[in-house]
């Protein structure tokens, strides 16, 4: 089964094409089954990441013929190409830059509530975003995410016009108003905490998903209907005057 690795060091690019020595005729490899064999085979220096193996951590995401999959749980198929996540800069092969996602959230996490650690008395759909394992699958078609990088992608990019990531990225993503929408779907919230969640949300762009066809989630959490949505109405009218600002 041949597949294409696009490896980016230095500024290049390439693309090499591995073929996958199946272990057994019946086999149907997981997309990280095929790095994991070309990186002990024909590839030692290929840079990629994983953590649990189990579909549990999101960090080996990457690119499938220019769609975020979660390699773990990706079926390989034959003429696949492999490829670092489009939306975040890539630092060596599918190596990708994740933190400024994680440094955006700094702060804006705080509420007057206590925190639910123990997820007491919580509606359905607050247990429903806990099922998010970070991979940023959905940051693919983001318009509020491609607003830190000017409407493109960090690879259209030219050279030192890419926001730092170490400052954390201005503009938010669907993971963004997940977490505060858990905020607001938490019954341990105050009501000035879960107004403190909506307005972080507005400031971060929200009116960026007025008229958005939809976000999509790595592992199929209803990102629209509960998460969007809600936060859309909760807002009103105040997003015309963040769109205008």
């Known amino acids: 089964m041949k597949v ?3 490896t980016r060091r230095n500024g290049q690019e390439a693309v090499i094409e591995f073929d996958y020595a199946l272990r057994h005729e019946t086999e149907k ?3 990280l089954d095929v790095l994991l064999q ?4 024909a590839m030692p220096e290929l840079a990629f990441r994983y953590g649990c193996r189990a579909r549990n951590c999101g960090v080996c995401t990457i690119d499938i013929n220019g769609k975020p999959r979660v390699a773990c749980r990706a079926i390989a198929r034959d003429g696949d190409r492999f490829s670092p996540m489009a939306t975040l800069p890539a630092l060596s092969d599918l190596v ?3 933190d400024g996602i994680a440094r955006q959230m700094r702060g804006r996490l705080a509420t007057a509530g206590q925190g639910n650690d123990l997820n007491v008395d919580a509606p359905d759909d607050y247990h429903a975003l806990t099922a998010c394992i970070e991979c940023y699958a959905c940051l693919d078609k983001c318009p509020m995410h491609a607003r830190n990088f000017d409407g493109g992608l960090p690879g259209d990019m030219a050279e030192g016009t890419a926001p730092d990531p170490a400052e954390g990225y201005r503009w938010g993503n ?3 108003l997940l977490k505060l929408q858990r905020i607001r779907l938490d019954p341990l919230t105050s009501e000035a905490g879960k107004q403190a969640a ?3 949300a507005i400031d971060l762009g ?4 007025v008229g958005c066809k939809g976000c999509k989630c790595g592992v199929g959490i209803d990102l629209m209907g509960k998460v969007v949505r809600d936060m859309v109405s909760a807002a009103g009218d105040r997003l015309e005057s963040a769109a205008g600002d």
């Open 206 to 209: 929200l009116d960026a998903c």
């Open 96 to 98: 990708v830059r994740r």
């Open 4 to 6: 294409e690795i696009v």
């Open 29 to 31: 490899p997981m997309a």
């Open 38 to 41: 070309a990186q002990a085979t």
């Open 198 to 200: 909506l307005d972080h």
């Open 174 to 176: 669907p993971f963004s």
